[in-house]
């Protein structure tokens, strides 16, 4: 304090007003204690208090005012370069500040130290810059010497501290503008009505979470980052703008709360999560409970009891899922072992064989495996570089329904864009399906069983009734559907799909065409892809509805084995069971609806198509500008869709009668950006 009074500090730093007043109000001729931190920051201490206090209103909390305490202890008890101007305990001690508050502060100080200085001339600084001065290096009173520079002197000035890395968000709502138009370029609608329970639009696949990387996975390479969008939206922002977790999450919640992230690619199995989590739980309880010593035996006892049961639970869910799926295989191989016998007793032209093969033909079972795979977006640049300007546009999504038929050894795909019946319905895998058994399956088949996942697309009342239908009016004898365990379920057709994605995602696909040409190619000769519309698209829900009445008494939930056919007494009735390859049916009686005259819903299926009932999807606006955006600026013409109208920026071809240079490309380019009225869009 003495050396500081007579201008020997060993460093310079710039000391505020209040602070050079109290200190010169210090009594010199008193007899120096080993420590005069307390005659200085005691007057002090009283306004550092009240700070948390000042302009608080009762919705506020302490920790919101608590950056104009960090304001003052880094502009008053650190010199210019971090280091301490009084002692730490008693920085503590009276001013009542952890010590972990300031080590942090004092870090913030020197981190300031290094960022770069603006040089000002003395009668521009303001009143609240002169603790961001930075003094020259070779004086040692620094008062001495701000007291003699002159107006016009220049000085140097650093910029003020951030304490929260420029993250706070108390001031942000200027960027919610910028958010929203980032979550809308960002984000597909997935078909479903305005009014439905469920989001509308589904953000990119790639965003597998909300929350930015932490400061333990700095070393985290970048393209996991990215896949964060709170991350990813933080880096398109200027400057040192940005935004935490939970802004995001509230921005969410309260102007886009009908988006939620894409589902996952991979299957998960909630009864699988749940087992290890219990029996990790309960494992870890009782271990705690011995460890702490003030528990009962019977108490620990009754913990490892559950946890064992939860993992004998799990053995036994894997072991159903892995009998399921060899039964699975086993029928598959059946179907198809018996047709190949069929087509050589059909070579054959003995009485022998004819009777064995009418035997065969009324026991043989066509089976088929039917699932969904995850929509595919067009334009898609797979094999050249993406155009950088599309990355954020909206694109056409393409739903792929496949089905493998076991018994033919071979494969079908369709494929059908979200103008022909939006998102993935029961009523687009009931068309489908149907499609298929009646241009494929042979006539003389009376045995149908169809393989799917547990999915709600797949598993409703709906494809009960429809197979139903098919049952009563003689189609067939029997149909059988077998739903996978949920989260299981890798069949065939997950093969068949992983073979058109691999090509998709190596290839540019710019249409539905080139969408369906590429999966010709794919599946090969033993397949076909099929292009669906929405004349093809049947709304068996209301068809139905006015046939068969809801299924009240089945628990289609807890049953995974249907089996559609006649009992002893020639009742139609549903037949099922909780797994596919063991246990004893339970019969159900379907129940129809009262009507004067019997309904053949297959030639009323006409009546009822998308087209006929105005069922299609209309785009929005935004997703046809975002198309034709692309297809006039980076896709060939002649790939251009019939349906999507010209754009309003099409340019006036001219006659060039002279050797072209780069202006005239220049104002091409210029002329592609201006909208309508003369504006860049």
Known sequence: MEK??????????????????????????????????KETLGKFSDTFENMLRNDLSAKQSKTKNRWLQNKWLVDNVFDSYGNYVFCFSCIKKILKVSGKRIRRLREIKRQQAKSPTIKVRKDQVLPEQICDIVPPANETNVLAWWMNLKDGGMVEIRSDPKFHGGKSNNTKEELLPLFSAFVDNNSQPNGRRVGSHGPLYFLNSKFDRINAPSASEADKPESWKRRSLTYEFNRTLEGDKRISNGTVKKWLKTYRPKHAGSPKKTDYCEMCAE??????????????????????EAEIRENLALAESYGLLLEEHRTDAGFELDHYRRKTAESRSLYRHIGKLQKKASKKDKTELRELKGRIIFSLSMDWQQSKLTPHWGLSAQPGETYYLRKLSHNIFGIVDHTHAKNAVYVLDERAGG????????????????????????????????????????????????????DYDSIRMCFFVPGHGKNDADRLFSRISHAFDHNDVFATNHLVDLIRDTIGPTGTCIRADSPDIVNWKNLLARKYAPLKDIKIKSHRDFLIGRNVKGQIGVKYKECCYTGDYDFEDLQKQGTDKPLDLKVESGDFTYRAKDLSQDLSQEKMRDLAKMYDRFIDPDLRPEWLPISQSKIHTQTIDFSPSSDLARQHRAAMRKGKNGKKR
């Not at 006539?443 to 429809?466: E, G, P, S």
């Open 4 to 37: 500081f009074l007579k201008g020997e500090a060993r460093r310079p730093y710039v000391l505020r007003e209040d602070i050079a007043n109290g200190l010169k109000d210090h009594d010199k001729h008193a007899s120096s204690p080993p420590c005069t931190c």
């Open 275 to 296: 087992c290890r989590e219990q029996k990790r739980r309960h494992e870890t309880i009782a271990t705690r409970l011995r460890q702490e010593g003030n528990a009962s």
């Open 423 to 474: 998102a993935k319905n029961a009523d687009i895998t009931i068309s489908l399906a149907d499609h298929y058994l009646c241009q494929n399956i042979p006539f003389w088949a009376r045995h149908i069983c169809l393989f799917m996942d547990n999915a709600a697309t797949n598993k409703n009342q709906f494809i009960i009734q429809w197979a139903t239908e098919l049952v009563e009016r003689g």
